[in-house]
């Protein structure tokens, strides 16, 4: 991790919630007590921040500084305003392409993902605050450069997001194995957003409840998934070809 992602003390992870610098995670020792800890904590809370209660030695691990029970990680990025950024697209012409990541959680998939979908031209990827991959300096990494020239969108649930892309005319498809048809199926013509699960679950089963389509790939071998980056990259070549066809 790039220290100039990493924030130790109180006070100063206190300032920068307030400064509204976009934190990724905060760490904070287990049992800590205080004034200061406790306007910590409601800070947290009233943000909807991710927090894990470790034990101290995991914050000396994290750093050698005096952290004082409190570490935080935050963003490389600025995230962007999921109503204005689906408003810009549409304004713009292009036919929509957006993709929302259900609970994500590799650092190297994420990255990796967000290159291919540099790569195919989508006009945003959508996640959730809390459950899903850290953006951080691995993801920076694996994504070679690619998620500082692609919309990034952090969303309180991915429900929400999905309801919005639906009444905004954008056609939501789940990559599902439980799907009966495959992506060869699908129109993918019109304005999209595909939905792609965890790299253990897939795409929830509340999520796929909601979508208006959900589609998979055909499988030939005996292995019956695949790596979800490899599986999105399948998806959005797919539009691709539609779309050039």
Same mark, same amino acid.
């Given at each position: 991790?790039?220290?100039?992602?990493?924030?130790?003390?109180?006070?100063?992870?206190?300032?920068?919630?307030?400064?509204?610098?976009?934190?990724?995670?905060?760490?904070?020792?287990?049992?800590?007590?205080?004034?200061?800890?406790?306007?910590?904590?409601?800070?947290?809370?009233?943000?909807?921040? !991710?927090?894990?209660?470790?034990?101290?030695?995991?914050?000396?691990?994290?750093?050698?500084?005096?952290?004082?029970?409190?570490?935080?990680?935050?963003?490389?990025?600025?995230?962007?305003?999921?109503?204005?950024?689906?408003?810009?697209?549409?304004?713009?012409?292009?036919?929509?392409?957006?993709?929302?990541?259900?609970?994500?959680?590799?650092?190297?998939?994420?990255?990796?993902?967000?290159?291919?979908?540099?790569?195919?031209?989508?006009?945003?990827?959508?996640?959730?605050?809390?459950?899903?991959?850290?953006?951080?300096?691995?993801?920076?990494? !694996?994504?070679?450069?690619?998620?500082?020239?692609?919309?990034?969108?952090?969303?309180?649930?991915?429900?929400?997001?999905?309801?919005?892309?639906?009444?905004?005319?954008?056609?939501?498809?789940?990559?599902?194995?439980?799907?009966?048809?495959?992506?060869?199926?699908?129109?993918?013509?019109?304005? !999209?957003?595909?939905?792609?699960?965890?790299?253990?679950?897939?795409?929830?089963?509340?999520?796929?409840?909601?979508?208006?389509?959900?589609?998979?790939?055909?499988?030939?071998?005996?292995?019956?998934?695949?790596?979800?980056?490899?599986?999105?990259?399948?998806?959005?070549?797919?539009?691709?070809?539609?779309?050039?066809?």
């Amino acid at each position: 991790m790039k220290n100039d992602t990493l924030l130790f003390g109180i006070r100063a992870i206190i300032e920068a919630i307030n400064a509204g610098k976009t934190i990724d995670k905060v760490f904070v020792q287990k049992g800590l007590q205080g004034d200061l800890a406790k306007q910590l904590m409601q800070l947290i809370k009233s943000q909807n921040l !991710t927090v894990s209660y470790v034990p101290v030695e995991k914050l000396n691990k994290l750093t050698k500084k005096n952290h004082q029970g409190a570490v935080a990680y935050t963003s490389p990025i600025d995230f962007h305003n999921l109503e204005d950024l689906v408003l810009s697209t549409l304004e713009s012409g292009k036919t929509p392409l957006f993709l929302l990541l259900d609970q994500l959680s590799d650092v190297r998939n994420f990255g990796a993902i967000i290159r291919t979908a540099e790569c195919t031209g989508v006009n945003g990827i959508i996640i959730q605050k809390k459950g899903g991959a850290p953006v951080n300096a691995d993801t920076v990494k !694996t994504s070679t450069g690619a998620i500082f020239k692609i919309p990034i969108c952090k969303v309180d649930h991915i429900k929400d997001a999905l309801f919005y892309l639906q009444g905004s005319g954008i056609n939501v498809v789940a990559a599902s194995e439980k799907a009966s048809q495959t992506l060869y199926d699908v129109d993918f013509k019109i304005p !999209t957003a595909i939905v792609m699960g965890s790299e253990g679950k897939g795409v929830s089963n509340s999520v796929l409840k909601l979508v208006n389509d959900s589609a998979k790939l055909p499988m030939l071998g005996e292995i019956a998934s695949l790596n979800v980056s490899v599986a999105c990259g399948a998806f959005l070549y797919e539009v691709i070809r539609q779309r050039m066809s």
